[in-house]
């Protein structure tokens, strides 16, 4: 049984005959299509939603951004600096003494209704999402972004972000998918009384100045695009499916087969098959994600540094990348993932493997005999969550913990029982919006970010706030360093292995690059 490809290939060509989704059939030939196979889709596509899963890079390869992450060089093992970027709506830049950021927009940029892009859309799109997405708030607040007047429009096509104090990460957050650009004529022509901001509109509409307008939405199974005739340059693809699939096998032989474009969240196995199969490329690309075991502190023996602790020295990350990713993934030896460009003043003491320290550990802090823990993990996050989670708890028995095992089906049900405290831990994989150690810590463990979902507290980390997101020249010295040992000592989450990014797709198709997201920018691809 294979991935039902066939309905997304006949629909596409349904819509383009028939004319769906706004205005005229696109320049491109109806004959390009890209049929991309996920392991997962979003259930809305409002970028100030907040979900689980695929939800970033989704809405990062749909968004229409100021600007875009620069890409690796090729064969690179590290993903570009955070800050080093290329220009995608706007096309230069220019970053003032106090911080802002004046940015040049594209001439000529029209969305698929026909509206031209101009400064008034970007003013619009920031406080839109700011007045409703708590996490953009929250990013937007470690740059230095302002929250009460974030853009001010300097002319038709130039406009002031409003930075106060200067950061190293305000142009970077620009590329993030929650800052961007909606047509804003589109979205009010689709407000109401009811529902003020498009909400409900815009969970199942496109309203960009991207290169893709939608032609269809089944939350979290299918998205069907159709390029936007008013693009700025030519289009690879005039037609794009993306369909959620969760086995890894099925996605895998449909592309094979030549029954779909490219694929990826392979299990090892299926990559190592894939690497060898005439007629398609598999890739392996520097990526952010982290796969995590996120222990819950309301669980009263992970109240314990001494118990988590534990809990890490009894896992073996190496054979678990070794056995469960078949030399796929490498072990996690650090809170943030290696392909971040190094800080200075180095690492804190890589996580070790021993199983004797663990049991004194744990006899230490009154469990000389073990305890019982459910932990949870979803196989729709990823196509190894339920070995991975099978080999962490055999592993955890060799110190008297004895973990029971439950998969859910989707991440939204596992976020939800992580935010209920209904299992005592969760396998989950954790991406950075922007590849930075000291933004990655600040968003991922200061007291009240959205991204803490484990509720992690610590007053010495939090205090570094202010010198982790200001420029090194003002910022505390050192504080970095210091912010990285008080995470890798407290194990707020206890990461297990850095995960690349994989792309499976017919040999012919190129443009692939490397990404915080994990995004695939459909409209780079070509083949």
């Given at each position: 049984m294979r991935a039902s490809t066939g309905p997304v290939v006949a629909l596409i060509a349904a819509c383009a005959l028939a004319g769906c989704g706004a205005g005229s059939p696109p320049r491109t030939p109806s004959n390009a299509e890209f049929i991309d196979l996920v392991a997962a889709l979003p259930r809305s596509l409002d970028p100030a939603d907040a979900q689980a899963g695929a939800f970033a890079a989704v809405e990062t390869s749909l968004a229409g951004t100021l600007v875009r992450p620069a890409a690796p060089a090729p064969g690179s093992s590290t993903l570009a600096p955070a800050g080093r970027m290329t220009g995608f709506l706007a096309t230069s830049w220019r970053v003032l003494s106090g911080g802002d950021i004046v940015l040049a927009l594209r001439p000529g940029v029209r969305s698929a209704f026909g509206h031209t892009l101009s400064g008034a859309d970007v003013r619009f799109s920031f406080a839109r999402e700011l007045a409703l997405s708590g996490t953009a708030r929250f990013l937007a607040g470690l740059a230095g972004i302002s929250l009460r007047d974030p853009v001010t429009v300097l002319g038709p096509l130039l406009v002031r972000v409003n930075v106060t104090p200067a950061s190293p990460f305000a142009l970077a957050l620009l590329g993030d998918f929650r800052f961007g650009v909606l047509d804003a004529a589109a979205v009010r022509a689709h407000a109401s009384a009811a529902d003020p901001r498009a909400r409900s509109w815009l969970a199942v509409h496109l309203a960009g100045y991207g290169a893709y307008d939608q032609l269809g939405f089944d939350p979290g199974s299918r998205l069907l695009l159709r390029a936007n005739r008013h693009?700025?340059?030519?289009?690879?693809?005039?037609?794009?499916?993306?369909?959620?699939?969760?086995?890894?096998?099925?996605?895998?032989a449909d592309v094979a087969a030549g029954e779909a474009s490219a694929t990826g969240a392979l299990s090892g196995s299926d990559f190592a098959i894939a690497?060898?199969?005439?007629?398609?490329?598999?890739?392996?690309?520097?990526?952010?994600?982290l796969s995590v075991l996120v222990p819950d502190?309301?669980?009263?023996?992970?109240?314990?540094?001494?118990?988590?602790?534990?809990?890490?020295l009894a896992i073996d990350r190496a054979a678990i990348a070794r056995d469960v990713f078949g030399g796929f993934a490498k072990p996690a030896l650090e809170p943030v993932p290696s392909t971040f460009a190094p800080?200075?003043?180095?690492?804190?003491?890589?996580?070790?493997?021993?199983?004797?320290?663990?049991?004194r550990l744990l006899a230490r802090a009154g469990h000389a005999h073990g305890f019982t823990v459910a932990l949870a993990a979803s196989p729709a996050e990823s196509p190894q969550a339920a070995a991975e989670l099978a080999a962490i708890a055999a592993q955890l028995r060799a110190i008297g913990v004895h973990a029971g095992v439950r998969l859910v089906a989707s991440p939204a049900d596992l976020a939800a029982l992580e935010r209920s405290g209904s299992v005592a831990g969760v396998l989950e994989s954790v991406t950075a919006p922007v590849a930075s150690v000291?933004?990655?810590?600040?968003?991922?463990?200061?007291?009240?970010?959205p991204f803490n979902t484990e509720n992690y507290d610590d007053p010495a980390l939090d205090a570094l706030a202010g010198p982790l997101t200001r420029p090194p020249a003002t910022g505390a010295p050192g504080a970095v360093t210091r912010a990285l040992a008080i995470v890798a000592g407290t194990f707020p989450v206890i990461p297990l292995v850095e995960l690349p990014d994989q792309v499976v797709t017919r040999a012919a198709i190129g443009g692939y690059g490397a990404n915080p997201a994990g995004a695939v920018y459909f409209d780079r691809l070509g083949g």
């Open positions: 693009f700025w340059r030519p289009l690879g693809f005039g037609l794009v499916a993306v369909e959620a699939f969760a086995s890894s096998a099925l996605r895998l690497a060898h199969t005439s007629g398609l490329r598999a890739l392996r690309l520097p990526s952010a994600t502190e309301r669980f009263a023996p992970f109240a314990s540094v001494s118990v988590r602790r534990a809990l890490s800080e200075p003043g180095g690492l804190p003491p890589p996580y070790a493997h021993d199983v004797d320290l663990a049991r000291a933004l990655t810590l600040a968003a991922s463990y200061l007291r009240g970010s």
